[in-house]
C-alpha cells in the first residue's frame, strides 16, 4: 500500500514534467494569459515538486536512520539490567529491602516490551499517529526512567557499591544514560521533520484548486480552448492522467478528460 502511493506522487510528477513538454511543443500557440499555466511558471512548480518529493526521502531515512541506531543501543537493556541486579547483590552491606527494589527495578525492565516499526509505513499520504509507534516510543522512555531509577538507588548506597567492571560502574551507568535520552531526542526530532515533509508535499500537491491534479485540468482545459475539444492536440494532453493517491479518488483532471471524451 506505502510503495502504491509513493508511486502514485512520483507519477503525477512525472507526468507533470510531461504535460509541461508537451505544451512546450505547441510553441507559441500556447499562451495563456492565467500566469499559472505559463510555461517558466510550470516549470518552477515542477522544480519545487521533485524538491518536495526528494525531502520525503530523505527524512524518512534519517528517521529510519536514527530509529535503528536507537534499536542497537538498546537492544541489550535486558542483560545490563540483570548484570547491574547481581551487581548490586553482592555489593557490600547490601540489605534485603535495597535487594528487593532493585529485583523490582530489573522486572519491570524485563516486562517492558518494545514494537518499533519501520517509518517507510508513514509515506502513504498525511501522516497520521501511529499507536504502535507511540507506543513504543513511551516504552523507550519507561526503560531509560527504570535505569535512572537503578542509578538513584546505586547513588544511595555510595562506597558500598563498588563493582570492578568498568561497565557496571556509576559513571557507566549515567553515560548509557544520556545516550539513550540522545536517542530518544534525535528520533522525536526526525519523526517531527519526516512528518513536516510529508505535510508540506501533500499541501503543494493536492490541495484543492493549486494542486498538481487541478493545475494540470486547468491546462488541459486551456489547450482545449485553443485547439477544440477532441482536437489530436487535446488528445495529447488528456492521455496524461493524475491521481490523489492521499484520498485514493480521481483527480479533477482525470475526471474532465474521461467527460471531454464523451463529448
Not at 22 to 48: D, H, M, Q, S, W
Not at 63 to 85: D, H, P
Not at 114 to 131: M, R
Request: hydrophobic share 30%; proline share 3%.
Amino acid at each position: 500500500m506505502p510503495s502504491t502511493s509513493e508511486k502514485g506522487h512520483a507519477k503525477n510528477v512525472a507526468n507533470l514534467s510531461k504535460l509541461i513538454e508537451v505544451c512546450k511543443g505547441f510553441g507559441t500557440k500556447y499562451n495563456p494569459a492565467k500566469a499559472v499555466l505559463k510555461i517558466a511558471n510550470l516549470e518552477t512548480r515542477l522544480t519545487g515538486c521533485e524538491a518536495d518529493l526528494q525531502s520525503v526521502k530523505d527524512t524518512n531515512q534519517a528517521e529510519s536512520t536514527v530509529r535503528n541506531n536507537r534499536k542497537v543501543s538498546f537492544k541489550g537493556k535486558n542483560k545490563l539490567s540483570t548484570r547491574y541486579l547481581a551487581a548490586i547483590k553482592t555489593s557490600e552491606g547490601i540489605t534485603d529491602e535495597t535487594i528487593e527494589d532493585a529485583i523490582s527495578i530489573n522486572k519491570k525492565v524485563q516486562g517492558e516490551r518494545i514494537t518499533d516499526l519501520p517509518t517507510a509505513k508513514s509515506t502513504e499520504g498525511t501522516p497520521e499517529e501511529d499507536n504502535t509507534i507511540s507506543t513504543a516510543q513511551l516504552s523507550y522512555t519507561n526503560i531509560v526512567d527504570h535505569y535512572k531509577k537503578y542509578k538513584s538507588l546505586i547513588t544511595s548506597l555510595g562506597a558500598n557499591y563498588a563493582p570492578n567492571e568498568t561497565d557496571l560502574k556509576l559513571a557507566a551507568l549515567t553515560a548509557k544514560i544520556t545516550e539513550w535520552e540522545t536517542l530518544n531526542a534525535q528520533v522525536d526530532t526526525a519523526e517531527t521533520a519526516s512528518k513536516n515533509a510529508l505535510i508540506k508535499r501533500d499541501k503543494n500537491f493536492y490541495t484543492e484548486k493549486t494542486g498538481i491534479p487541478d493545475l494540470a485540468a486547468d491546462v488541459k482545459e486551456y489547450v482545449k480552448s485553443v485547439f477544440g475539444a477532441g482536437s489530436p492536440e487535446h488528445k495529447m494532453v488528456t492521455k496524461i492522467s493524475f491521481t490523489n493517491p492521499t484520498k485514493g479518488t480521481k483527480s479533477k483532471a482525470k475526471a474532465k478528460s474521461s467527460t471531454a471524451k464523451t463529448k
